[in-house]
């Protein structure tokens, strides 16, 4: 009754079940895989973000290229800042005891010893950057040498939360923290990296550092859980679609065994033939019919003195008279 297993068809099916459950399973973990990673990462990250509040500040030379371990550290620089270059960041979120609140950063470019500038996001206010009454606000930096504590963050990009890439802002608004986009604003060389300042000078808040890129739990982190679900469902579809149509073809070989033939398979020509048949049978017994008729009604006519008989006793007369 399972012959039909061995069949083109089935090797077919077969073949496919048992290469792409396995590849369902194993992308799946994979993908779970990724999202404990990042899971995990983030959890170190917030611990070292933790020791690295307590911890003491590091030179600057000492931290640089930011990576995963390094972004969210306490970097120290000494320099002076740039009065001419102060930018201001649109648009920022900061979240504190008070909720999720919008405004925008206040940066300025730090000149250190070594001839490059460092960019440090002095605070938050809250506001709009383009409102001359809540840019009034904003505090002057010092003058002269000085010394900036702060945690190291990455440049941003296009990805990161917040950032205006499109352009088209006002002269002194600055959309993404970047030497990419500060390189076309000052007459010198940027350091690949930015500090928010621990410690800022009032009305500022401090903005508190973002997780590196790759170890939080952003929407990449879900989209990862998201597509480990969608695996073990293909995989789980595959199972179903196999059995489904095991238990379809068992059935129609088990009814072919008890010799039940679904309704349409095989009777229409037979049914066919015996209509023609039939038809053959009528047309011949109506045409018996018909010519039995004529046969009766042609010895009924020479009983009863049909024509003929009828003009023979006319004559029979005729002589009689004569």
């Known amino acids: 009754m399972y012959r039909f297993l061995l069949t083109p068809r089935w090797w077919g099916i077969n073949v496919f079940a048992v290469v792409a459950i396995p590849l369902c399973i194993f992308m799946g973990s994979w993908q779970l895989s990724r999202f404990e990673d990042r899971v995990q990462s983030h959890q170190q990250q917030e611990d070292r973000s933790a020791r690295a509040k307590a911890a003491a500040a590091r030179p600057l030379e000492r931290l640089l290229p930011v990576d995963t371990v390094t972004s969210g550290r306490q970097a120290s620089a000494r320099g002076h800042y740039d009065t001419a270059h102060q930018l201001l960041v649109p648009a920022r979120t900061l979240k504190d005891k008070h909720g999720e ?4 950063y206040v940066l300025d470019l ?15 206010l809250p506001g709009d950057a383009g409102a001359k009454a809540d840019t009034a606000k904003v505090p002057a930096p010092p ?9 190291l963050q990455a440049s941003e990009n296009q990805g990161t939360d917040g950032v205006q890439a499109g352009g088209g802002l006002p002269r002194g608004q600055l959309g993404m923290i970047s030497a990419a986009s500060l390189v076309n604003i000052v007459p010198y060389e940027v350091y690949d990296a930015w500090i928010t300042q621990t410690d800022p000078q009032a009305p500022l808040h401090a903005v508190p550092p973002a997780a590196a890129e790759g170890s939080g739990l952003d929407l990449k982190a879900f989209q990862n859980l998201g597509y480990t679900g969608e695996w073990f469902v293909f995989a789980g579809f595959v199972v179903f679609m196999w059995f489904r149509l095991f238990r379809r073809d068992a059935e129609a070989a088990k009814d072919a065994a008890l010799g039940i033939v679904p309704e349409g398979d095989g009777g229409g020509d037979d049914a066919g033939d015996g209509a023609g048949d039939g038809a053959g049978v009528s047309v011949v017994a109506s045409g018996a019919v018909a010519g039995g008729a004529d046969r009766g009604d042609g010895s009924a006519d020479g009983r009863d003195g049909g024509p003929g008989a009828g003009r023979g006793e006319e004559q029979g007369e005729a002589a009689r008279a004569g």
């Open 101 to 104: 609140r919008q405004g925008f």
């Open 110 to 124: 730090l000149r250190t010893d070594g001839g490059k500038a460092l960019p440090v996001v002095r605070g938050w």
């Open 143 to 151: 003058k002269g040498e000085v010394t900036v504590t702060g945690a």
